[in-house]
């Protein structure tokens, strides 16, 4: 079987999860990975867990780092396979000889998305009583973006 190259795509973990934080990359480009071997550590709201190779092949790009937060089905990595199981998955060529992901799904812009809040944050910040107007002044320094519960202090101390 000729291989060709897919996008794999970060997981869809149902209706309430739509974001995942990478946790850690293992696979680098280059790597030769087998069926079900850990490719990275990602984490949702609600667990942590280990994202695994859907397919025997060679890993050639990695589209995230640590601390990013990525949507369900946004490319994690690019690998290149024989499996014809993921051939829906396959990178189709461009006319100019480049590729492009197939029936990639539209992302929004991060820049649109209000920011994520950690559970602890969302837990201080009712504690402090602070309303919806109050809580859009609060900036966002966690991982991806994420407004963490130190933001949450830092802003309290600020307004002493």
Known sequence: MPNFIIDVPMPSMGATVSELTIIKIIAAPGAQVAKGQKLAELESDKSA????????????????????VKSSGQSLFRMETSDESLRHLAVQTTEDGGQKAADAPAVPSSALRPPVWTPRAIKMAQEAGLDHATITDIAA???GGRVSGDDVTKYLASRR
Not at 49 to 68: C, L, M, Q, W
């Open 49 to 68: 867990f280990d994202f695994e190779s859907p397919a025997e092949g060679a890993i050639i790009a990695v589209h995230g780092k640590a601390g990013e």
């Open 141 to 143: 320094t966690g991982p």
